[in-house]
């Protein structure tokens, strides 16, 4: 059996449970019917990275170790999951930097990669550098 899909892979929208089937008996219900769980709404690869995450206790460092991630890369997922599943993000990891989400994420990859020191990614982040 596949797994249900839950975006529509032409306009990209979310896709609404209308039929359910019961193979013993042949019955058909039609109708609209809630998703049972916020995770029926997440992609095949943010399901995956849950998974992942799951199997590694949560530890980030870990997560990142098995899928080749940098350790801030893998927190940003993590980040873009929690959203996804409708929560929003601690304020203090918002709230952590004035830069751009882009050149934010920029630094704490090279941060992550070893090819900038933490000294000069605190100066960077908190609009000193």
């Known amino acids: 059996m596949n797994p249900a899909i839950t975006q529509c ?44 995450f799951v199997r590694n206790e949560g530890k980030i460092n870990r997560v990142g170790e098995e899928i080749g991630m940098s350790y801030p890369t893998v927190r940003s997922r993590l980040h873009d999951l929690i959203r996804a599943l409708g929560y929003e993000v601690g304020e203090e990891e918002e709230a952590g930097s004035s830069l751009p989400e882009e050149e934010r994420r920029a630094v704490l990859d090279a941060l992550g990669k070893g090819t900038l020191s933490s000294e000069e990614a605190l100066k960077r982040l908190s609009g000193k550098g």
């Open 9 to 52: 892979p032409i306009c990209q929208n979310n896709l609404e449970i209308v039929k359910l089937y019961c193979r013993t008996c042949d019955t058909t219900i039609e109708g609209h019917f809630q998703h049972t769980s916020p995770f029926q709404q997440l992609t095949t690869e943010q399901m995956s990275f849950v998974v992942t």
